[in-house]
């Protein structure tokens, strides 16, 4: 396996194109349901059978990781290890690009983002389980998000807001999140994405405001989900 992975990874890479300043890494856990006794079978709630939960690592429609893992772990296991061979093989061929690790809230842990922040030109942009701390953080936009959803009639409204937040125990510094206050027919539907893109941009760049709350949440993190329709 581990020859494999490392073939898919070079042939991967050679595909980004050099002119390159800036890629996204998609990260997905995806559960394939097993219909026998294989060896390290495990039960998934989520999936509700025995399956195994590879890791797959996306650059757009370039496959540059597919490595197999039990379903005894979560999502964010052996992550990594994987970003530490990925982001070394692109670094070979382009040196200076920018480089953002985006991945639902099953990656939206320490150890991950403590990563990427150890790096030069890592990002990352992960989605992060609801709490009570942080729909507390996230009530005024809520408010004001149903506020207008009654203005308009019913259809679905949104707030965005961002804050510092850390968690009492797991994370080891405070962080910057972004909020999505949206209102609905069927009720609330809050959700949070953590990240250490700044909101400000960066330097030179045109669009200096793509990294601002709503822009960074509907144009960044949500189509991560796209590379689950290329897998």
């Known amino acids: 396996p581990a020859k494999i992975e490392a073939c898919l990874l070079e042939m991967g890479v050679r595909c980004l194109p050099k002119d390159a300043r800036e890629i996204v890494l998609d990260l997905d856990a995806m559960g394939h349901r097993l219909h026998g006794m294989q060896e390290g079978r495990h039960f998934n709630a989520y999936y509700d059978d025995y399956c195994y939960l590879p890791l797959y690592v996306m650059a757009g429609d370039v496959p540059l990781w597919a490595q197999l893992r039990t379903a005894d772990h979560g999502a964010a296991h052996g992550?990594?290890?994987?970003?530490?061979?990925?982001?070394?093989?692109?670094?070979?061929?382009?040196?200076?690009?920018?480089?953002?690790v985006r991945g639902d809230s099953?990656?939206?842990?320490?150890?991950?983002?403590?990563?990427?922040?150890?790096?030069?030109?890592?990002?990352?942009?992960?989605?992060?389980?609801?709490?009570?701390?942080?729909?507390?953080?996230?009530?005024?936009?809520?408010?004001?998000?149903?506020?207008?959803?009654?203005?308009?009639?019913?259809?679905?409204?949104?707030?965005?807001?961002?804050?510092?937040?850390?968690?009492?125990?797991?994370?080891?510094?405070?962080?910057?999140?972004?909020?999505?206050?949206?209102?609905?027919?069927?009720?609330?539907?809050?959700?949070?994405?953590?990240?250490?893109?700044?909101a400000e941009g960066f330097a030179g760049q045109a669009e200096r405001d793509r990294f601002l709350p709503a822009p960074l949440y509907e144009w960044l993190y949500c189509p991560r989900g796209e590379m689950e329709n290329v897998l």
């Open 79 to 100: 992550v990594v290890p994987a970003l530490e061979k990925i982001v070394a093989a692109v670094r070979r061929r382009l040196p200076t690009i920018r480089i953002i």
């Open 106 to 198: 099953g990656f939206g842990v320490d150890q991950i983002m403590s990563w990427c922040e150890g790096q030069p030109e890592v990002y990352y942009c992960l989605g992060y389980s609801k709490n009570a701390v942080l729909l507390r953080e996230l009530g005024p936009a809520l408010a004001q998000a149903r506020a207008r959803h009654c203005l308009v009639g019913g259809a679905s409204t949104r707030v965005f807001a961002e804050f510092d937040y850390q968690t009492q125990d797991s994370w080891s510094r405070s962080r910057r999140v972004i909020g999505k206050a949206e209102v609905m027919r069927e009720g609330d539907n809050p959700r949070f994405v953590v990240t250490n893109l700044p």
